[in-house]
C-alpha cells in the first residue's frame, strides 16, 4: 500500500483519480490556512503483479561539507533510502574563503545549492534544511530542529530514523576558552564568516576617514589583527595586504599609511606543517610587506578595544586594534560533544573512528571530515596476535619467510610498518629483522616473540593524526561511499586484509589518506607550494598553478565559470569596496 500525503490544495487531485473500492481517502483536517490529507492507493496489480523486493536502508547524512557531499556525489543512491539533513542547504568551496573576505571572488561564485547537486545525480533522495541537535545511538534516532518552520508543537523539531548515520557536520572555530574570543573576534570558517570580515573591513575604513577622529584613532581602526598561523590565517593576511596596496590605496590615500596588519602566532614559526624553506620564505615576504608577525605570543583576552597576549620575554602586551581574525584551529561542536559523552569518548577532542571511518561503541554510526580522527589501531597492541597468525607452523619462531607471506596484509591493516620501513630507508623485512638479530639474509633466521617485538617496537612512532583539511574530508567521503556500494558484494568476497583478532578477513580495505601535496597563497601573486615527492615551489609560476587546480576542483561548471570570471575581473577592474 503506497500512503501519499498532501496539502488540501491538492486534494482535487487525489478526488480526480477513477474511484474503486480499494481507495481510500481520509480528510485529517481542514482550515483556512490548508489541512493535511492522507491519500492511499491499494492497487491489486502492486500486490499481486509486481513481487515487493526487501525495504532499503535509510542513511541519514548529517552536512553538506566536504565529506557529506563527496559522500553523496559518489553513493549509488539506488541502493538505498538517502535522506540529508543540514542547516546549509548549499556546498561552499571553503578553501577559497580567504579570497570572498576581501572581494577577490564573490560569495556565490564559491557555493552550490545542494538540490542541484542531488538532481544531477538522481535518484531520490530527500533533503532537510534543519539541524540536529541530539543523536540517540541506542535508538538509531537523531533530534532535528528547524529554524525555518515550526510543527504543531512550534518549535520545529522532529525525529529521524536510521540504518547507517554518517557524521559529516564539520567543526568550529577553538577559541581555547579565551576570554573574550566569542564576543569581539571574527572567524572563517562558513560563507557569512568571510562576508561579516569583508563588510567590516569596509567599515574600519569608513570610520577611520570621518573628520572628527584623531590619528591615534585612525591608526587603531586600521589595525587589523590575525591570531593564528596556519594557512587560513597566512592566506587571509596576504588577501588583506593585497586588497589594501592594490585597491584601498587609491580609494583611501589619506589615511592608507595608517595601515598594519598584525599576524600572532604562539609558536615559533607560522606555517608549521609546512616545509622549513616555505616557512623562512613567507616570514621573509611578510617581513617585506609591513606585515608584522609576532610569533612565540600567546593571546590571553580579547577585549573589546585592545587585544592581550603574552610573551616569556616581554610579559603581557595591550594592543589595540580595530578588527581582530580568530584563526587558531577547530573545536568540537556541541551535540559532538554531548554524542560523545553518551559513548564513553568525552575526554576526547574529536570523534574517534577506527580505520573504516566507524564511530568506535556505535553500530551503523560513521564520521569524516573534520569531526573525527581515526583511531589507528598500533602495532604494539596486537603483536602477539601478529605473531600468531605468521607463525603457521606453530614452532613458536617466526622466520623472514613467514613473516613476508603476511607482510602484504600487515602493511594494509597497519601502515605504519611500511612508513617506518621508508623513514629509515630499509629495503624490506629482511633489514627490519636484522635491527633484532644479526645477518638476517637468510629466510632460515628465526625471531622468537621477544625479538619480534624489538624489531617492531618503534614502528608505532609512525602513527600521526591526519590534518583537518578538505583534501582529507574529501577522500574520506569517496572512500565511504565505495564501501557501501560494494557492501552486498563484500559479506560474500571480502577485500580486506586478514583479520588479526578473529577468523577470515575484514570486508573492506581500512581507509588510507594520499598526501596530494598543499598550497599557501602568500600574496602579490605569490604561491608557495608542498607537493607529493617533497617538491617545493615558490613564486608567480605556483600562482597559476594554484588557480588551476583550484579552477578544476570546483563542485560544477557553473562555480568554476565564476570562480574564473570573479579572478579576471579583479586583474581589470580591481577588487569591489562596496559596504554590501
Known sequence: MRWTAFMWEGASRAFNHRPTFTNLVLVLGAAS???????????????VGKPQGPPKKKIVVLGTG??????????????????VISPRNYFAFT?????????????????????RILEKKGGDIKFWEAECFKIDSANKKIHCRSNIGTNL?????FLVDYDYLVIAVGARSNTFNTPGVEENCFFLKEVEDAQKIRRNVMDCFERASLPYLDEEERKKNLH????????????????LHDFVTE????????????????LIEAADHILTMFDKRITEFAEDKFGRDGID?????????VAKDAITMQNPATGDIAVPYGMAVWSTGIGTRPFISEFMKQIGQGKRRVLATDEWLRVRECDGVYAVGDCATINQRRVMDDISEIFRVADKDNSGTLTVKEIQDVLDDIYVRYPQVELYLKSRQMNGIADLVRTAKGDAEKESVELNIEEFKKALSLVDSQVKNLPATAQVASQQGQYLARCFNKMKDAEENPEGPIRIRGEGRHRFRPFRYRHLGQFAPLGGEQTAAQLPGDWISIGHSTQWLWYSVYATKQI????RALVISDWSRRFIFGRDSSCI
Open 33 to 47: 490556512s490548508g489541512g493535511l490529507v492522507a491519500y492511499a492507493d491499494s492497487n491489486s496489480d502492486d500486490v
Open 95 to 115: 578553501p577559497l574563503l580567504p579570497s570572498v573576505t576581501c572581494g577577490t571572488v564573490e560569495p556565490r561564485s564559491v557555493v552550490e545549492p545542494i538540490r
Open 247 to 262: 585597491d584601498l590605496s587609491k580609494l583611501y590615500p589619506s589615511i592608507q599609511h595608517l595601515v598594519k596588519i598584525s
Open 66 to 83: 566536504w565529506g557529506g557531499t563527496t559522500f553523496l556525489r559518489n553513493l549509488d543512491s539506488r541502493l538505498y533510502d538517502v535522506q
Open 556 to 559: 560544477s561548471w557553473r562555480t
Open 293 to 301: 608577525v609576532k610569533t612565540g605570543y600567546k593571546v590571553v583576552k
Open 224 to 239: 587589523f589583527v590575525v591570531v593564528g598561523g596556519g594557512p587560513t590565517g597566512v592566506e587571509f593576511a596576504a588577501e
Open 153 to 157: 508543537d512550534g518549535n520545529g523539531e
